[in-house]
């Protein structure tokens, strides 16, 4: 990444108010908060200074291989703690702005779909950090040495099982999920304890024939279903009597049905539940080879924190042959005193499911364009919005509760759906299917605030690009979000008026957060790109503040 050497000169004055302030202004979770709201009640930083906003650290992680950089670093009790592409794990002391660690993990077999993606670290008690792997493993860190103390292999990686998104902490045990749906593993989600390492409970995204324990009378036929036409009210153009009478020979289609989980799970504690997104079935668009509406794919799913049971899900696309998964985190919040989990589709549609029984509260207004929706594909090529990005993909969207609003980076690239036929082959991709941008359509990013009270876009931006990473919302009534064009902006978060750019120079396509040390408020992105999309990669971590010498001044 190129920059400029003015940014390395700018002088930091951090004044010392003791460890009680800079740990209430912690971010110790990968969402912000158990609910993934990417909220923060700081508001140093707000609407009336922002514009002043400058450069304060840059921390340039210095891996050899660059890849998609869509880390949200974690702080706690001045350090940060980074992941890299390729599964580097650092700590920066926040006072000395050195490196403390760094852990290389050593890979093996790597396959994986979509970018050498590491989201972020979990952090148990202050003592322990840890990280999932490109190969399936999920390592226990100590968090003041780097030190390996445990290593678990999660999933066997030759058969494309890897890992992409952080883990999160309940209680002492750490949960971890693995990505992989697009070489037909059987997808599932894991508790270990913190401590040892030992596995607590499985749940799997892919429920077996109801013999299978995970399959309960919620899910009466297993990974079959019920048989649904339509999503929501929605024709799905589904040949049910074709497809039932295919189930016999695809009797097995099960065990490579896909169902991988790409992003962190959301959790509350009052009902001790955990809320997974589960992404597509295998393979991706050749839906003869699995009938059936093909659970839990294209779900959130509510899952008991202590046994690992199912509670409830919502399908909000049954026998999926589009790859419009469901990816982005879930979120919880409350709306009008009801607690409702949120999510952001790459059909287009905001969610919003009741977080007790998961059934449908209000589904939003379209935040992108919306064409020829669930067409068939077909060997030619089937044209139809949203593209196979989405809609939203993986960008973790952020909720201001003041506003009852969440905001949403979204895609808009047309695409033509072509489909074939194609067996299994053990790590190998498995895709039944081309998604083809459309040469000459316009191709650019919608960044969304959805009233979650009505389902209406309060208000929408436009940018030149298609929009990749992810979102946060501040109580200075600000929202910030990134461009693959490496822009930084932060917005009103009522309005949508734009107040702050900086560009980077490399794709801000992470999920930025914000955090205080020494008295201070800070607003950090990674900026290193996108493999999916092909923006500019990089390798900073970038942390702005209001200038230095006007926090010395105030204080």
């Known amino acids: 990444m190129h920059m400029s050497a003015r940014w390395w000169i700018l002088p930091v004055f951090l004044v010392m108010t003791g460890q009680a302030a800079a740990q209430s202004g912690d971010w110790t979770t990968y969402g912000g908060n158990d609910w993934n709201q990417r909220y923060s009640r700081l508001k140093t930083i707000n609407t009336a200074n922002v514009a002043q906003m400058v450069p304060r650290m840059i921390f340039q992680t210095g891996i050899a291989k660059l890849g998609s950089f869509e880390n949200t670093p974690i702080v706690s009790n001045g350090v940060m703690y980074v992941t890299t592409p390729y599964n580097t794990a650092m700590a920066y002391d926040l006072n000395t702005k050195k490196e403390l660690w760094r852990y290389e993990h050593k890979l093996g077999t790597t396959i994986y779909c979509c970018g050498p993606n590491n989201r972020g670290v979990a952090i148990h008690g202050g003592a322990h950090v840890y990280m999932g792997t490109l190969d399936a493993h999920l390592i226990a860190l100590d968090a003041k040495s780097g030190k390996v103390l445990w290593d678990k ?136 080879l699995r009938p059936g509406d093909n659970l839990y794919t294209d779900c959130v799913v509510a899952i008991d924190a202590t046994s690992g049971k199912t509670k409830w899900y919502y399908q909000t696309v049954p026998h999926d042959v589009w790859d419009l998964d469901a990816v982005s985190p879930p979120v919880v919040t409350t709306v009008g005193g009801k607690k409702v989990v949120v999510h952001a589709g790459k059909t287009g549609w905001v969610y919003v499911l009741d977080a007790a029984t998961g059934k449908l509260v209000r589904k939003s207004d379209a935040f992108v364009p919306q064409e020829n929706m669930f067409a068939l594909p077909t060997p030619e090529g089937t044209r139809m919005l949203p593209g196979a990005n989405g809609g939203s993909e993986w960008s973790p969207i952020s909720i201001d509760p003041t506003l009852d609003y969440a905001f949403v980076a979204a895609l808009h690239q047309p695409m033509n759906y072509k489909v074939h036929s194609a067996p299994w082959e053990k790590g190998r991709l498995w895709l039944g299917s081309a998604f083809v941008a459309i040469p000459g359509e316009e191709q650019y990013g919608l960044f969304s605030a959805v009233d979650l009270k009505t389902g209406k876009i309060a208000w929408q931006n436009k940018v030149p690009q298609p929009m990749m990473g992810g979102s946060l919302a501040t109580a200075g009534g600000l929202t910030f979000t990134g461009e693959g064009n490496g822009n930084f902006n932060a917005y009103n978060s009522k309005t949508g008026k734009l107040l702050w750019q900086f560009n980077v120079g490399a794709g801000c396509n992470s ?45």
């Not at 989600?189 to 892919?206: E, F, H, K, M, P």
């Not at 930025?512 to 500019?536: D, K, L, W």
Request: one cysteine or more; proline letters at 6%; aromatic letters at 10%.
């Open 153 to 288: 292999e999660v999933a066997d990686p030759t058969f494309g099982y890897s890992i992409t998104h952080a883990p999160i902490i309940i209680g002492d045990n750490v949960i971890v999920g693995v990505s992989g749906g697009e070489y037909g593993i059987r997808g599932h989600v894991t508790a270990y304890n913190a401590g040892t390492g030992d596995q607590v409970w499985r749940w799997y995204s892919i429920p077996a024939p109801q013999s299978d324990s995970t399959a309960d009378a919620k899910a009466p036929n297993g990974w079959t279903g019920t048989w649904a036409t339509k999503a929501e009210n929605s024709d799905l153009h589904r040949d049910i009597a074709k497809e039932k009478a295919d189930s016999a020979k695809a009797a097995d289609a099960w065990k490579t049905g896909g169902g991988g989980v790409w992003m962190t799970p959301a959790y509350d504690k009052e009902s001790n539940t955990i809320f997974v997104a589960v992404g597509n079935p295998s393979p991706d668009l050749d839906g003869s």
């Open 511 to 555: 999920a930025p957060m914000t955090f205080t040390h020494n008295g201070e408020q800070f607003i950090a992105v990674a900026c290193g790109g996108n493999f999916q999309i092909s923006y500019p990669l990089g390798d900073a971590l970038m942390v702005f503040g209001l200038p230095a010498k006007a926090h010395a001044m105030k204080k």
